[in-house]
């Protein structure tokens, strides 16, 4: 589909794919699906997506909760809850000082955000993990929101609605503690389970590690952004144990869809309407 | 021949001198005391040595070819095993052993990490990194378990989940994720110990516990040493650098309110004496027993829900 809709201005994409220098910084992208350089605020205006091949671009915070939430309907919860050092970590740079630096890249105070707010009129309690804060990856503030958040759903017998990004998987930086996140979050989805809540899990371009192994599949249902990198083990680890070139669209959306782990595939502009639609089959 | 780590070669040039001694027909009274210096030498040295272990060094400890394994307490600690296959989807995942087994006059059922001792065995387990297929097995079992009231002792001792093409095809997370929201609510006692290796996700995928004990030079991180250091460090070199920063032995896990208790090993190691490491585990799996079976299902549950709930360091003003 992508290639019909290029074609009638392949001369002018050429000239816009070659490499070149000096292109302003922020006024460009370069789509890492089709390698076309497009206008940055094309593509914001087209919700992140790749005009020229639909490719998803990852998502900022404020942008998803703008792109998925009814105007001005969120409530966030635990907003000024932040990371500590439990392990007084350092490798070439110090874990503080890490954090220091993704705290002002982001504006976040971690990678996760939740609250409560309203998808196309229905009520919801909603998180999110955010790829560009170390990558994406659950320590303890991570654990610990998806955690109330789930607990509060199962209080306020509200659907759960969590987008995860993730390249990370659980934050090597906190340790073993990272690691505990997985079994406390999916415990409490466990009692969310059991009070009969609905939890709609959405992946997004990267759902890795740590965070793919405990709540992203854990949803009723499991939607996925197309072409989304969603697996367990990093692609270069496992073509590192393998020893063998790795199938086409390895670790994709599609893959996983073929192989039967997720639902669906959904584009972002349907995303809103496909929760809301389910969220309608689910609740009474 | 005997497998020797790298600090441990001094200990064993002396064990050598102390055998070529012994093995003298007619020992006279100065080689006998001789002997007997080297043999308090050799205790001495490697009390100091083992008690000063780096944590690179006790992963190299937990990773011992001859350390004792899943197979050697199934032997050593249980009167009886009934292994159980498969997992009723795909195969019978060689990496995870399950099935029933006595301890004392208790009935319980086992799940543990299989690493495998010879060449062959290490490659049909592959080296006791477990496929879907495999926490599926643990997972239907452990159920089973449940609904019986038997109480689940799981042993685990995985570099970690098996990162290969079949895994993903066949839903490694989604198999992992499910098994930690299930296991939290098995209405028995799960009682977990890390044997040697904890291999993240791997080894967390059998092991949500009610109680959690450590032998001493076991290992249990977020990610192998070689990988973090891969990562952060940009090359798995610096295994070492990532192994103190990652602070993962069994020591810091009880520091950091993860695991209830640490059992301790044999001088020079569990691969020094696999019977002595059995009697260790062993009197630590029945006290955890006999105090959990006096609680309720209910507070079982709740107990275990809040032993993970409570996990976790961050802090928070209470201004939102």
Redesign the interface.
């Known amino acids: 589909m992508s290639t019909t809709r290029r074609s009638g201005e392949q001369s002018w994409l050429q000239f816009l794919k070659r490499p070149k220098r000096g292109v302003p910084e922020g006024l460009w992208l370069r789509c890492d699906g089709c390698s076309a350089t497009v206008f940055r605020n094309q593509v914001e205006e087209n919700l992140n997506v790749c005009p020229e091949c639909d490719h998803h671009f990852q998502v900022p915070t404020a942008v998803r909760l703008r792109q998925l939430l009814d105007p001005d309907s969120f409530e966030?919860?635990?907003?000024?809850?932040?990371?500590?050092d439990?392990?007084q970590?350092?490798?070439?740079v110090s874990y503080r000082d890490r954090l220091k630096a993704e705290q002002k890249k982001t504006g976040l105070k971690d990678a996760c955000t939740v609250g409560r707010g309203y998808m196309r009129g229905r009520p919801l309690v909603f998180g999110m993990t955010d790829s560009s804060f170390i990558m994406g990856s659950m320590g303890?503030?991570v654990?610990?929101k998806l955690?109330r958040a789930v607990e509060r759903a199962t209080e306020l017998k509200l659907p759960l609605v969590v987008v995860s990004g993730s390249g990370g998987g659980?934050?090597?930086h906190?340790?073993?503690?990272?690691?505990?996140?997985?079994?406390?979050v999916?415990?409490?989805?466990?009692?969310f389970?059991?009070a009969r809540g609905l939890f709609i899990s959405v992946l997004t371009n990267p759902t890795m590690?740590?965070v793919?192994?405990?709540?992203?599949?854990?949803g009723d249902v499991i939607l996925a952004e197309p072409r989304a990198l969603?697996?367990?083990?990093?692609p270069r680890?496992?073509q590192a144990?393998?020893k063998?070139d790795?199938?086409e669209g390895?670790?994709t959306s599609e893959?996983l869809l073929k192989?039967?782990?997720i639902d669906r595939i959904v584009h972002r502009r349907q995303l809103r309407s496909e929760v809301a639609r389910i969220i309608d089959y689910c609740t009474r | 021949m005997r497998h020797v780590l790298p600090f441990e070669k001094p200990i064993f040039e002396l064990e050598e001198q102390l055998a070529a001694l012994e093995a003298q027909p007619a020992p006279t009274p100065a080689v006998q005391d001789s002997i007997q210096r080297m043999r308090v030498e050799i205790t001495r040295m490697t009390r100091e040595r083992y008690e000063n272990l780096d944590p690179w060094e006790i992963v190299q400890v937990s990773r011992h070819p001859e350390r004792p394994q899943t197979a050697d307490y199934l032997e050593l600690l249980f009167d009886e095993f009934v292994e159980l296959h498969g997992d009723r989807a795909f195969g019978d995942d060689r990496a995870i052993v399950t099935g029933f087994a006595k301890l004392d006059r208790r009935r319980v059922m086992v799940v543990g990490h299989q690493k495998g001792r010879t060449l062959k065995e290490r490659n049909e387990f592959f080296y006791g990194c477990a496929h879907p297929e495999g926490y599926r097995k643990a997972r239907y079992r452990m159920k089973m378990a449940s609904r019986y009231g038997l109480p689940i002792v799981c042993l685990i001792d995985t570099p970690g989940?098996?990162?290969?093409?079949g895994?993903?095809?066949?839903?490694?997370?989604?198999n992992?994720?499910?098994n930690?929201?299930?296991m939290?609510?098995l209405e028995v006692p799960i009682v977990c110990v890390v044997i040697g290796e904890g291999g993240?996700?791997g080894a967390?995928?059998i092991?949500?516990g009610d109680h959690v004990a450590m032998l001493q030079n076991a290992y249990?991180?977020?990610?192998s040493p070689e990988?973090?250091a891969g990562?952060?460090?940009k090359h798995s070199e610096h295994a070492d650098?990532?192994a103190r920063?990652?602070?993962?032995t069994s020591r810091?896990?009880l520091e950091?309110g993860?695991v209830e208790e640490i059992i301790p090993e044999p001088l020079g190691g569990a691969h020094r004496n696999h019977r002595h490491t059995a009697t260790a585990v062993k009197s630590s799996i029945v006290a955890a027993l006999k105090s959990l079976e006096t609680l309720s299902v209910e507070e079982l549950l709740e107990r275990?829900?809040q032993r993970?709930?409570r996990?976790?360091?961050?802090?928070?003003?209470?201004?939102?």
């Open positions: 966030e919860w635990y907003a000024d809850m932040a990371p500590g439990p392990l970590f350092a490798d070439r303890s503030v654990g610990e955690t659980a934050r090597m906190e340790g073993i503690l990272s690691l505990m996140q997985m079994g406390k999916a415990a409490a989805l466990a009692r389970r059991q590690g740590g793919a192994a405990s709540f992203a599949s854990l969603v697996g367990f083990a990093g680890v496992v144990t393998c063998m790795l199938p390895f670790q893959f192989h039967g782990f | 989940a098996y990162p290969g093409v895994a993903e095809e066949r839903g490694q997370a989604y992992i994720a499910v930690l929201r299930d939290s609510t993240s996700g967390l995928g092991g949500i249990y991180s977020v990610i990988g973090c990562i952060l460090w650098k990532a920063a990652l602070k993962f810091d896990l950091l993860v275990r829900y993970f709930r996990i976790g360091v961050f802090e928070e003003t209470g201004s939102a």
